[in-house]
């Protein structure tokens, strides 16, 4: 028994440090909102009347009664399988175009204006062009999600391979590397925690481009369902969808967080 007193004890102080701070600070704003928004000239509902108008969606979070009538777990994968698609796109041609950016100097005089000026651009004011060019939502969506996410992982790239020390350098020309073996065992290796940082950024901006996105391309998604709640007058789905939101991101943001924390043995930026 002596043994498990320690253990117990570290889980304890765990639990104190890291998992009290939030509870207490989810309470006091949970008070403060329901406090502020159960006087009669509230405009918006309180936790209480939220948590009983909502019931059913908490409880039956894949009901299908056809159409788009989807319970909101259906929905939120919707718009998982959007983001994932335009993501993964997004990485692969982000830490291409970042690693020809960062090697060569003649790429990157050429290229960075045009990434600067394009990354500037709003997600949303791609959609118009990207409904015309596709002619369906769905790939349009994903084509929103692609390009919003695709400028963080670019730039962090190139600054991460441009950062490669210059002995790392040295030392590949000493054994004689070729191109891929230098790849694979100095370059990425060293840019890893700029890639991660980037890639964290761009998961995030994926999550937020989605939902404003679905909002006016419609269909299956927490974008629309937000949007159709607006519509319905139901603010209190609007609440409750909006927290699944802030969840579903911050869940995102913390697994690749972790994957980049792994493979970077705890170096990665940000």
Same mark, same amino acid.
């Given at each position: ?27 006091? &704003?949970g008070a403060i909102w329901e ?6 000239? $509230?405009?918006? %509902? ?12 908490? /409880? ?10 989807? @319970? ?9 399988? #959007? ?7 997004? =990485? ?38 990207? &409904? ?6 769905? %790939? ?31 030392? $590949? ?10 790849f694979t065992r ?5 840019? $890893? ?9 761009? /998961? ?8 404003? $996105?679905?909002? &006016?391309?419609?269909?299956? @998604? ?33 697994? =690749?967080?972790?994957?980049?924390? #792994?493979?970077? #043995? ?5």
């Amino acid at each position: 028994m002596g043994g498990w007193t320690p253990n117990l004890q570290g889980i304890r102080d765990t639990l104190v440090q890291k998992l009290l701070p939030p509870v207490i600070i989810l309470a006091v &704003l949970g008070a403060i909102w329901e406090i502020l928004c159960s006087s009669p000239g $509230a405009t918006l %509902p309180p936790p209480s009347q939220v948590l009983t108008d909502t019931w059913e969606l908490i /409880v039956n979070p894949f009901y299908d009664y056809g159409g788009n009538d989807k @319970g909101m777990g259906w929905q939120i994968l919707a718009s998982l399988e #959007r983001v994932a698609y335009g993501y993964l796109l997004a =990485v692969v041609a982000g830490i291409s175009l970042g690693v020809l950016v960062g090697q060569s100097t003649w790429a990157m005089r050429g290229l960075d204006p045009v990434f600067q000026v394009l990354r500037t651009v709003p997600p949303l004011a791609w959609l118009p062009i990207s &409904l015309a060019g596709f002619q369906d939502s769905t %790939p349009s969506a994903i084509f929103v999600i692609f390009i919003t996410a695709i400028w963080p992982i670019i730039i962090n790239t190139s600054v991460g391979v441009r950062n490669i020390p210059e002995d790392y350098r040295n030392v $590949a020309r000493v054994i004689r590397l070729n191109g891929m073996e230098y790849f694979t065992r100095i370059m990425l290796p060293a840019a $890893a925690p700029y890639i991660f940082s980037g890639l964290r950024i761009g /998961v995030g901006l994926s999550w937020l481009a989605i939902v404003a $996105a679905e909002m &006016l391309i419609g269909g299956v @998604g927490i974008g629309f369902f937000i949007w159709d709640a607006w519509n319905a007058s139901m603010i209190s789905d609007i609440v409750l969808a909006l927290i699944y939101v802030g969840i579903v991101g911050f869940i995102l943001d913390r697994m =690749v967080g972790y994957i980049g924390n #792994r493979v970077t #043995r705890g170096t990665a930026q940000g």
